[in-house]
Nanobody, 114 residues
Framework: QVQLVESGGGLVQAGGSLRLSCAAS????????MAWYRQAPGKQRELVAT???????YYVDSVTGRFTISRDNAKNTVDLQMNSLKREDTAVYYC????????WGQGTQVTVSS
């Protein structure tokens, strides 16, 4: 059973930073592609960033240059460093495996105030 547990969300002022972390278990983490998604109120869940087992990364345009996804295969964790946060980054952030099967964490709330 794959389990993903996110942490690190909270309330931050616009322009500030937060670091989200996701701890994975029940999978061979080192060969698992991982991703962060987010879902804002009234909107569909959207892909934010991905990182392959080899460390290649992808970012949605709206966060490129501000967010950094990273992984630590020794600790089975994947992090999302979020800098220069904007109000529109407010959402519930989800950690997920990224294929061939998709498993999700419970989500962590990020609220950016003006």
């Amino acid at each position: 059973q794959v389990q993903l547990v996110e942490s690190g969300g909270g309330l931050v002022q616009a322009g500030g930073s937060l670091r989200l972390s996701c701890a994975a278990s029940g999978t061979i983490f080192s060969i698992t592609n991982m991703a962060w998604y987010r879902q804002a109120p009234g909107k569909q869940r959207e892909l934010v960033a991905t990182i392959t087992s080899g460390g290649s990364t992808y970012y949605v345009d709206s966060v490129t240059g501000r967010f950094t996804i990273s992984r630590d295969n020794a600790k089975n964790t994947v992090d999302l460093q979020m800098n220069s946060l904007k109000r529109e980054d407010t959402a519930v952030y989800y950690c997920a495996t990224f294929g061939p099967r998709y498993y999700w964490g419970q989500g962590t709330q990020v609220t950016v105030s003006s």
